[in-house]
């Protein structure tokens, strides 16, 4: 069995992965590290685990009694905590906030197993991508590799209340949300360097800007997006790039039809689909925030890290209806 610590597992990617690691047929959770929770039980703040565990959190971290540790963080605490703490050099590291996404002066290797799973496969330490990141990436990358990102990408994408976070604020408490819609940091979201970073990985270079609007979305959990390439290729070529391009990939599938949340909300999946309209591609891409955009997609990272099956702890059906 995989042994597993937890930081900061109080909070809504704390709670999902808790609830998955509880199901993941080859793994353990060891602690749940809490500093403001200490010694109350997991189901009494992530009640939907109620019946599923007596487990506590604790303010304690025995790093020598665990295999991995996942960082589930706000941006910016990981490297702080690096600073403080020492954890042993055995010890796997997956990092689910955007400290160590960026190549740099780190060993940190960008957890998209679409592009990157050799390099993950042999990791000590994954930087986990950003959910939004994840699902605009996904859209585009199949493009890319085909040479096809030559003029601006038009971005748009709406996600739901609980990528912001489990604590309240004033644009994610029910009686602002419920029943409206708005924009925040357009063309300056901090996952659009994680986006060029992979994109020119993956074309080789990428000489055009990703004009990228976000939405904060009336509903909990999902990421809905739409991008906008414009070309002279062939459509029908396209469409089966894309399908090569994934042939191979866990969770993300080519679709021939149009997409809706529903499909892959409480799922490690993500959709892709094309319309094509005279020399414009429309990619549709959609993921559950929490799960492909978060700690499912860490879940999977660890898989591969330990050398069992990509998919265990991950088959989880559809909300749909």
């Known amino acids: 069995m995989i042994k597993v610590g937890i930081l900061g597992a109080a909070g809504y990617t704390g709670g999902e992965l808790i609830r998955l690691l509880l199901n993941h047929p080859e793994a353990e959770i060891v602690f749940a ?6 010694g109350n039980l997991v189901s009494d703040v992530h009640e939907g685990l109620i019946g ?12 020598e009694d665990i295999d991995v540790v996942f960082f589930c963080f706000g941006h910016g605490k990981s490297e702080a905590f690096l600073k403080e703490h020492t954890i042993p050099t055995d010890v796997k590291i997956i990092d689910l906030a955007q400290d160590f996404r960026i190549k ?11 592009i990157n799973k050799a390099e993950i496969i042999k990791a000590q330490h994954v930087a986990n991508p950003g959910c939004f990141a ?3 990436q996904l859209g585009l990358l199949p493009a890319a590799k085909m040479g096809l990102l030559k003029y601006d990408v ?11 976070g489990q604590k309240p604020g004033a644009t994610t ?17 901090q996952h659009l360097a994680e986006i060029r970073q992979s994109l020119i990985q993956t074309q ?8 990228f609007i976000p939405y904060r979305g009336d509903f909990a959990r999902g990421i ?5 390439i414009r070309t002279k290729a062939n459509a029908n070529e396209i469409i089966q790039g894309y399908k090569d391009f994934y042939c191979e990939a866990a969770f993300t599938h080519y679709s021939e039809q149009s997409l809706d949340l529903k499909q892959v909300v409480n799922t490690n999946k993500c959709l892709v689909h094309i319309d094509a309209f005279d020399n414009k591609l429309l990619v549709t891409s959609c993921i559950d925030n929490l799960l492909k955009g978060a700690v499912g997609q860490a879940v999977q990272n660890m898989n591969l890290m330990f050398g069992i099956d990509e998919t265990a702890g991950l088959r989880l059906k559809a909300s749909a209806f």
């Open 33 to 38: 590290n809490s500093e403001s929770n200490a």
């Open 52 to 63: 599923e565990t007596d487990l506590k959190f604790t303010n304690q971290m025995p790093f």
């Open 104 to 114: 740099g002066d780190h060993d940190y290797v960008y957890g998209l197993p679409e």
């Open 134 to 136: 994840t699902c605009i």
């Open 154 to 164: 038009a971005v748009n994408a709406i996600t739901g209340s609980t990528g912001a």
């Open 173 to 189: 408490h029910f009686s602002w949300r419920n029943n409206n819609l708005s924009i925040y940091k357009p063309f300056t979201h």
């Open 204 to 211: 080789g270079s990428l000489d055009v800007d990703i004009d």
């Open 224 to 228: 809905f997006c739409t991008e906008v």
